[in-house]
């Protein structure tokens, strides 16, 4: 697609994650051809932005977020995370990135603290050098240095994840789903962590199948669906992509035949009073819908409109790419 790797001017600092023509085909059973879980998705990912990667199950996300992880190998195509090419300097790639993994996995027996410690061990960090406890207040666990992580909450243990991700200092941070399954207020909760990570200079790209997650928390989104990119705007855009408007109007008497006028793009009768039309608001306005109608001698008693949000978008580009 012609927007996918979006205009860049020479003032713009390099992308966060560049990503080209990267493609990954799963190897088949015997005598099967394999799965094409990315087929030639090409992006930039803009430092500092929270970017969301949004698709339906199965449209490859994890896919791409574990061949940045380095534990996918891609089948052709190149991806750098924060210039440093992933099979050319696999090491260097990896330091960039902390990943937020879809599954909550922990050993039950150690504190958060301990946690963190041994993550930073792990990643070759002197004792002293360490970031535990200041991770630990920045995800609002400081009071549970020491319980064990088992009897941690579902969402402190997700908290203690991100700063599991965060104990190398990555400038990106990486979040696979990191609210599925979790209840409204933790949701926000989250969100809030992932906002205060951004500002303080954090590149977040999360994936997420929530369209209003995504809407609410994104400066800009992919949308992938059947392993390639079928869109990649500033939200903002994206959303307006969604021209179509609703109007629906309750009218004094049942109608005889709903009517199609000039500027409609659908119309339904949703019971016998009620009319529910679709029109491009680039072309029309809801007044204009509604003069019509009555121009056909109905009364309105009621009038409702709905703007098209993310999920209209959504369900447009990913049934419009459908092979
Ligand atoms: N190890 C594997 N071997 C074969 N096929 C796989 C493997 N992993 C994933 N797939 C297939 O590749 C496609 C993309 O899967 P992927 O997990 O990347 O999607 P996803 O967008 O992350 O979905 P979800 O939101 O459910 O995690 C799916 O059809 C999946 O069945």
């Given at each position: 697609m012609t927007d996918a790797a979006q205009q860049t001017s020479p003032?713009?600092?390099?992308?966060?994650i560049a990503i080209r023509d990267l493609t990954k085909r799963y190897a088949g059973e015997k005598g099967e051809p394999g799965k094409?879980?990315?087929?030639g998705v090409s992006f930039d990912v803009p430092q500092g932005q929270i970017f969301g990667l949004l698709g339906p199950n199965g449209a490859g996300k994890s896919t791409l977020i574990n061949i940045l992880a380095g534990l996918v190998n891609k089948t052709s195509g190149s991806a750098e995370i924060w210039g440093f090419?992933?099979?050319?300097n696999p090491r260097n790639a990896k330091r960039m990135i902390g990943i937020v993994p879809q599954e909550i996995v922990f050993d039950p027996f150690f504190t958060p603290f301990e946690v963190l410690e041994n993550q930073g061990g792990f990643y070759g960090i002197g004792k002293r050098d360490r970031r535990s406890e200041e991770l630990l207040a920045a995800v609002h666990l400081a009071d549970k240095?020491?319980?064990?992580?088992?009897?941690?909450?579902g969402g402190m243990k997700r908290r203690l994840l991100i700063a599991k991700a965060m104990v190398h200092t990555p400038p990106i941070l990486v979040l696979d789903e990191?609210?599925?399954?979790?209840d409204v207020e933790l949701r926000r909760q989250l969100w809030d962590l992932v906002g205060e990570l951004n500002a303080e200079g954090v590149t977040v790209v999360l994936t997420t199948h929530y369209l209003e997650e995504a809407e609410q928390l994104c400066d800009r989104i992919a949308i992938i669906n059947h392993g390639k990119l079928i869109a990649n705007k500033p939200t903002r855009e994206l959303v307006g992509m969604a021209r179509e408007k609703i109007v629906r109007v309750t009218l004094d008497r049942d109608i005889a035949d709903p009517p199609m006028e000039e500027g409609f793009l659908k119309v339904e009768?949703?019971?016998?009073r009620t009319l529910e039309v679709t029109y491009d608001r680039d072309a029309t306005s809801a007044g204009q819908v509604l003069a019509r109608i009555q121009a056909r001698g109905y009364a309105i008693e009621d009038v409702t409109t709905r703007e098209a949000d993310l999920e209209d978008v959504f369900v447009s580009l990913t049934s419009a790419a459908r092979p």
């Open positions: 003032a713009d600092p390099p992308p966060a094409l879980a990315l087929d090419d992933i099979d050319h240095r020491d319980a064990y992580a088992r009897t941690l909450s990191p609210t599925a399954g979790v009768a949703t019971d016998p």
